[in-house]
């Protein structure tokens, strides 16, 4: 989904594989395995998307590069 962020362009988010797909601003794209639905929701509702992020998710999962 499309989101209003300066840094992040769209999120997606595989319920059953707990994953989080972020595509930043600048074209690269990143999964983000073990992520709860609760975190996806929080994220996807909070006023600064960047903010959230590197509070909440970019230190505390794994991830993986997918294109840059």
Same mark, same amino acid.
């Given at each position: 989904m499309h989101v209003d962020s300066t840094a992040i362009r769209d999120i @997606?988010? @595989?319920e059953n594989r707990g994953k989080l797909?972020?595509?930043f601003t600048s074209?690269?794209?990143y999964v983000y395995v073990g992520v709860p639905s609760p975190v996806h929701r929080? &994220?996807?509702e909070a006023p600064s998307k960047g903010g959230y992020f590197a509070r909440e998710i970019r230190d505390s999962?794994? &991830?993986n590069?997918?294109?840059s």
């Open positions: @997606d988010y @595989d797909f972020v595509r074209g690269a794209e929080a &994220f996807a999962y794994p &991830f590069r997918l294109s």
